[in-house]
């Protein structure tokens, strides 16, 4: 086994794990701190957001609606760059056009390789294409539900509650999808220095991580005016937990003071 053989089976495993490291623990984040990151504190407003959009739903229906319709614009974007980067890789892993010998690559030249390379790409768009298809089937449907007339249908609050919560997951769930698909494109950029050898893609997994380490953790979340979130680490579990359920949101936020009380 060759030096650069050696590179490619060392670095390129050593990157990936350091990429799956993160992202392990950012989902821990998200589910035990959840305002102590980017997708946590979204997920929470977005909750709010559903409940203020259903409470004068002949009002505020067409903002709901235009809202979500940009997501869908956004999610389709993404799902038509991906199919269309998916097609091209195709056609380059077909191809036996040039001698790929000759590129500059400091690793493994093999076509076997090269096949491999191509290969994990075409897997990573083709990934990120059902992420947000499936991010697009989520908006759609809230789309609707957004606009139900709950309050016409049942005087029960805690049927409202249920309704709000339900259009409130949907809509997470879309997030969380259109987020998904979002990592699939940030993983294609290793794989694309890969074809370049270990080392760059390597140094790519590094400077990612540090890079999103930035965008997904928040430091300053606050409600209100100056009044931060709580620094008691089993408040924020608790408050992580109960994110499933608005209800439990809302009335954590009124003990703590963030939001004033319903009267």
Not at 71 to 81: D, P, Q, W
Not at 87 to 111: E, K, P, Y
Not at 115 to 137: D, E, G, H, P, Y
Not at 184 to 208: D, E, H, K, N, R
Request: hydrophobic residues 50%; glycine residues 6%; proline residues 3%.
């Amino acid at each position: 086994m060759g030096e650069q053989q050696l590179l490619d089976y060392i670095l390129v495993p050593l990157g990936l794990l350091i990429m799956a490291a993160y992202h392990i623990w950012l989902l821990y984040r998200i589910v035990k701190h959840p305002t102590k990151t980017v997708i946590g504190v979204n997920a929470i407003n977005r909750r709010f957001w559903v409940q203020a959009m259903m409470e004068d739903a002949s009002k505020n229906g067409v903002l709901a609606v235009q809202t979500l319709r940009n997501n869908i614009m956004a999610s389709t974007l993404l799902a038509s760059t991906a199919i269309m980067l998916s097609s091209l890789i195709a056609v380059l892993m077909t191809s036996s056009d040039g001698d790929r010998s000759t590129w500059f690559t400091f690793g493994d030249r093999s076509d076997f390789f090269y096949s491999i390379k191509f290969f994990f790409i075409l897997v990573c768009f083709l990934v990120a294409f059902l992420l947000n298809v499936q991010s697009i089937r989520y908006y759609s449907h809230a789309g609707i539900l957004i606009n139900v007339p709950f309050k016409k249908m049942s005087e029960n609050v805690h049927h409202h509650q249920l309704t709000a919560e339900f259009v409130a997951r949907t809509v997470n769930r879309g997030s969380y999808f259109w987020s998904l698909g979002l990592r699939a494109f940030y993983f294609s950029f290793p794989l694309f220095l890969w074809i370049f050898g270990p080392i760059p893609m390597f140094l790519c997994c590094v400077v990612l991580v540090f890079l999103l380490y930035f965008l997904d953790v928040t430091f300053t979340f606050q409600f209100g005016l100056g009044v931060g979130v709580s620094k008691d680490h089993n408040q924020d579990e608790e408050l992580g937990r109960s994110a499933v359920d608005l209800g439990s949101v809302w009335e954590y936020y009124e003990e703590t003071a963030f939001v004033p009380r319903r009267s």
